[in-house]
């Protein structure tokens, strides 16, 4: 090996080992629409870019109502401790997020009843400290969930029209070819034994075949 090789290996291995680090936490965006009386997972990952590095993370949420202009506290999580200091969500939301631990990635919650006053925008901001040998980093991250109560969850239009266009396809593709079928062998069988005994190997393959080939295959004999 030359040592432009001997470099690249460690290099690779480096970049695998990366993105199987990466891979191990995905930043997915939160649901958006809480159904009335039911609960509601507030979704919010902040991934760690540097997995080797020891970290602590809190995670505070906040939330502006609709129509209004300020978002107040209403969640925290410090030290494996939560805390809800406002009353309008006493009782009513849970830690949802990576669990014991204080290298927090996931700072999920759940509200556990929702009403129609909890429509809004909620705020999640992640406040992460790297310690390295020497020094200790600090960084944040803030996501923003608006969120949307609905009576009950309805399907889109587009969603349900695509799966009644796939029966349909579905059901014409098997009709068609049973028609196919029966019209290749009321064509065939017009022509007399014979010639029904010579194409009784290629029935099969002129059932699926389109009606030019069957044409064709019967003009032939
Ligand atoms: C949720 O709250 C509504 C009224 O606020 C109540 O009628 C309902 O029973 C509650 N549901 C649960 C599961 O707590
Ligand atoms: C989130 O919290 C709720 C209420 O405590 C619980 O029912 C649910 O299983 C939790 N989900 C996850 C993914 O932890
Ligand atoms: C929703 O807000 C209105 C006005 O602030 C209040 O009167 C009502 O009790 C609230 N409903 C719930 C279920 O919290
Ligand atoms: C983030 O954490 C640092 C150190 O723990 C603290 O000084 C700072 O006030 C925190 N910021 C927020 C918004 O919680
Ligand atoms: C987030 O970090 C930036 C610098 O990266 C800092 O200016 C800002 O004040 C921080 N915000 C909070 C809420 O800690």
């Given at each position: 090996m030359s040592a432009v090789q001997l470099l690249l290996v460690p290099l690779a291995l480096w970049a695998l080992q990366a993105s199987l680090c990466h891979g191990a936490c995905v930043e997915v965006d939160s649901d958006t629409d809480a159904v009335v009386n039911q609960g509601f997972k507030l979704g919010c990952i902040s991934c760690k870019?540097?997995?080797?590095v020891p970290a602590e993370a809190t995670v505070e949420w906040s939330f502006m109502p609709k129509g209004e202009s300020e978002f107040t506290k209403i969640y925290s999580y410090e030290d494996l401790m939560s805390d809800i200091p406002d009353e309008r969500f006493y009782e009513r939301l849970d830690w949802n997020g990576?669990?014991?631990?204080?290298?927090?990635q996931d700072g999920s919650i759940y509200i556990l009843n929702v009403t129609w006053n909890d429509t809004g925008t909620y705020r999640c901001i992640f406040n992460r400290t790297l310690t390295f040998t020497s020094y200790e980093f600090h960084t944040n991250a803030t996501k923003i969930v608006n969120l949307n109560v609905v009576p009950r969850l309805t399907r889109g239009i587009a969603s349900i029209l695509s799966e009644v266009m796939m029966y349909v396809t579905i059901i014409g593709l098997q009709v068609w070819l049973v028609v196919e079928m029966i019209y290749c062998y009321r064509k065939i069988s017009a022509q007399g034994e014979e010639a029904l005994r010579e194409s009784a190997a290629e029935y099969l393959a002129i059932a699926s075949e389109s009606k030019e080939n069957c044409a064709m295959v019967a003009v032939t004999e």
């Open positions: 870019m540097r997995g080797e990576s669990k014991k631990t204080k290298d927090l």
